[in-house]
């Protein structure tokens, strides 16, 4: 099955830096790969996802690429804020399988 | 509009005990998936349904656990004389459908369940 490894555990950033999350995923089968946001006592929340047929896509602050060749995949967070401080999650699935598989989050803090 | 709800948002037991967890998913979202997440980690797959079916149960941790959907709606999660280690937070997720195009899950903020 798929196996999802996040790195790093804990990131730690200056109020203004940048910050990047990286997923690597065994299984060439999946794709779609979101990225989740979780608060403490609350549910993930998507922020972006992208699909195997797209290298990289942004949404304001936040950008994901994806390297299918080497199966990884990264979060990039630029002009970081305090309420970005939070629990990210990746995950990969086939989108015929039903499942996603996660990876085991990353704390950020961000410091004022 | 509404989001995933789930019941009841906490839940403390006593070993031995039968327990079920709740879940409205999103209306008209035809799938719905079960996840567990123990302290500090990630979310471990447990079941989904596309509709009343369960296509794949394979993250169910024993026979303990079961689950159901009715109406393509409703889904309950019942876990059977419960042991400590089933404390987590139970969380359950619903999309549009499986398949291409409509893989974005959408959360409830879960159920904690506690084991004394």
């Known amino acids: 099955g798929e196996n999802v490894e996040q790195h790093p555990s804990t990131l730690s950033v200056q109020e203004g830096d940048s910050a990047v999350i990286k997923c690597t995923y065994s299984?060439?089968?999946?794709?779609?790969f979101p990225w989740y946001k979780q608060e403490l006592g609350k549910g993930p929340q998507l922020i972006i996802d992208?699909?195997?047929?797209?290298g990289e896509k942004k949404d304001q602050r936040i950008a994901v690429t994806l390297n299918k060749t080497a199966k990884h995949f990264s979060l990039h967070i630029t002009e970081t804020q305090p309420e970005d401080s939070a629990v990210y999650f990746c995950?990969?699935?086939?989108?015929?399988?039903?499942?996603?598989?996660f990876g085991d989050g990353t704390t950020l803090t961000v410091k004022p | 509009g509404a989001g995933v709800s789930q019941s009841p948002s906490n839940k403390v037991t006593e070993k031995g005990k039968d327990v079920e967890l709740r879940c409205d998913p999103i209306?008209?979202?035809?799938?719905l998936y079960w996840y567990r997440q123990s302290l500090g980690q990630g979310l471990e797959f447990l079941i989904y349904f596309q509709g009343n079916s369960a296509p794949d149960k394979s993250g169910l941790p024993s026979d303990r656990f079961s689950a159901e959907r009715t109406g393509g709606s409703v889904s309950t999660l019942t876990i059977q004389r419960t042991q400590q280690e089933d404390s987590a937070v139970y969380l359950c997720?619903?999309?549009?459908?499986?398949?291409?195009?409509?893989?974005?899950?959408?959360f409830g903020d879960g159920t904690r369940l506690s084991i004394l």
């Open positions: 992208i699909r195997s047929n797209v």
């Open positions: 299984d060439s089968a999946s794709n779609y």
């Open positions: 209306s008209g979202h035809t799938a």
């Open positions: 995950a990969a699935s086939n989108t015929n399988a039903g499942k996603s598989t």
């Open positions: 997720a619903s999309s549009l459908t499986v398949g291409p195009g409509h893989q974005p899950q959408h």
